[in-house]
């Protein structure tokens, strides 16, 4: 089956300095690809960068944008609305009819009437983790998505990304612990794609892509 994403040959950067270069993935549908890295080397950058946020600065990337949601490390919750509500608000603007399912998958229906403002870390989290299923989009870019998380709520989500995956989705997924998904998920090291610096020979970023 063709890939949902493909990546050839990309590098990118990030405040005008080049970060990662030379990288290249297919990314098939009922398959994930999991990024490693230490921090700072540029995980976030590339993510932000196969989302549309900002150019690369070379290479090209394949993806149709309608296919694709990027969670990032801010959870984007509005604050004062409850768990339904923002759920609902998210529904709402990617056409989709209901939010119960999402809120059972994250264990949220009890919190349902919570407004986001009284949740806890690990909740924000999980209302956030709970959004993507409301997106109905099939590529999942998620940045640290188990940040906060307990050991039974990783577990969940990783749960929720094997059944995301078991439906023809796909899911690109910077993270440093172990989802257990063994199975499913190819692990690429972004260490080996390190930019050698200009004096090396390495590319300098643009101011574009420093203010994108
Ligand atoms: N807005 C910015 N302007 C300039 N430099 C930035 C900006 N945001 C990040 N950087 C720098 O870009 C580099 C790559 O950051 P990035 O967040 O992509 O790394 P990462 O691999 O995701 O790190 P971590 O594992 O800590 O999340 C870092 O050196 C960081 O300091």
Do not use: C
């Not at 080049?18 to 994930?32: K, M, Q, Y």
């Not at 969670?71 to 004062?80: N, P, Q, R, V, Y």
């Not at 612990?177 to 080996?192: N, S, T």
């Amino acid at each position: 089956m063709s890939a949902l994403l493909s990546v050839q040959d990309v590098a990118v950067a990030r405040g005008g300095v080049a970060l990662i270069e030379g990288v290249g993935f297919d990314v098939a549908p009922g398959t994930a690809l999991v990024l490693r890295g230490p921090n700072g080397l540029g995980k976030t950058t590339l993510l932000r960068t196969l989302a549309g946020l900002q150019p690369p600065l070379r290479g090209t990337i394949a993806v149709d944008p309608e296919i694709l949601t990027y969670a990032a490390h801010a959870d984007g919750l509005k604050s004062t609305l409850t768990v339904a509500e923002n759920l609902t608000f998210w529904a709402r603007v990617h056409g989709q009819p209901e939010i119960d399912a999402a809120l059972a998958a994250m264990n949220l229906r009890s919190l349902r009437d919570r407004p986001a403002q009284n949740l806890s870390a690990g909740q924000k989290r999980r209302l956030g983790l709970a959004r993507l299923l409301v997106t109905g989009r099939r590529l999942w870019l998620l940045d640290e998505p188990t940040v906060s998380l307990d050991t039974a709520s990783v577990a969940l989500f990783a749960g929720v990304v094997r059944d995301h995956l078991a439906r023809g989705g796909a899911a690109v997924i910077a993270t440093h612990i172990g989802l257990g998904l063994e199975q499913e998920a190819r692990v690429l090291d972004l260490g080996a794609y390190r930019a050698r610096p200009p004096e090396q020979g390495g590319h300098r970023g643009s101011f574009d892509e420093a203010f994108a």
